[in-house]
């Protein structure tokens, strides 16, 4: 079983629409949580770091359930410049894996 | 604060050469990742090292592979005898705490 999953999508959603991506992680002893998002050939950058009790920043959301082992990330009036893809990002022990991503396209 | 540096961008070998791949952390970061992405594919861990410390390579294959980060100067992956398969965008990051990543803007290997 692999480390993370992602609904690998595509999504392709219109500008001002809101689209949530989930990710689950199959080992309960993950300590820490991330979303980061990658564009076309280019490198991973943070979103943001997820916490236990949800984290917003802007208009972007982060949700950990650790009983399911699901992490969530819900963008609200998506625009133009969030067409990336997304990456699930989970800490065990030493190493980070990366889930291989979900692609959003925002549709002018 | 320069972010986390990477060369050479696009390195281009043929079946059997030696490939170096070059990684300056950011300023004040100790911990450096080594990652490899194939197109359509996500990054799989290789190696993760402290100053002059390998602490995992569990991702790196045996052979051919090696990585070090010397007390002075960038961390450094090896590939020696490069073959097809080896051809990748290889990413490096730093953290100054084992916690978040930063990623630099990676190392294209094509193999001929």
């Known amino acids: 079983r692999k480390e993370v999953e992602q609904d690998p999508g595509p999504f392709n959603v219109p500008e001002g629409a809101t689209v949530a991506f989930n990710c689950t992680y199959s080992?309960?002893?993950?300590?820490?949580f991330f979303w980061y998002r990658q564009d076309c050939r280019k490198e991973p950058k943070l979103l943001m770091s997820?916490?236990?009790s949800g984290n917003e920043d802007g208009r972007f959301t982060a949700q950990l359930n650790r009983a399911s082992q699901y992490i969530s990330l819900l963008i609200r009036d998506s625009k133009l410049s969030d067409s990336a893809t997304y990456l699930c990002?989970?800490?065990?022990?030493?190493?980070?894996?990366f889930g291989t991503g979900t692609s959003l396209t925002v549709i002018p | 604060n320069a972010g986390v540096m990477q060369n050479p961008r696009h390195l281009v070998r043929r079946r059997g050469q030696e490939a170096r791949l070059r990684c300056s952390p950011m300023k004040g970061h100790s911990h450096v990742y080594w990652y490899r992405q194939l197109p359509e594919e996500g990054l799989k861990f290789m190696v993760y090292l402290q100053k002059e410390n390998i602490i995992d390579e569990s991702g790196m294959p045996k052979e051919r592979f090696s990585a070090e980060f010397p007390k002075e100067g960038p961390s450094i992956l090896r590939i020696q005898q490069v073959v097809r398969g080896d051809s990748a965008a290889y990413f490096c990051?730093?953290?100054?705490?084992?916690?978040?990543?930063?990623f630099g803007e990676g190392s294209r290997l094509t193999v001929l």
């Open positions: 080992n309960s002893a993950s300590q820490s």
């Open positions: 990002v989970v800490k065990t022990g030493n190493q980070f894996y």
């Open positions: 990051a730093s953290s100054p705490n084992a916690g978040e990543l930063f």
């Open positions: 997820v916490y236990s």
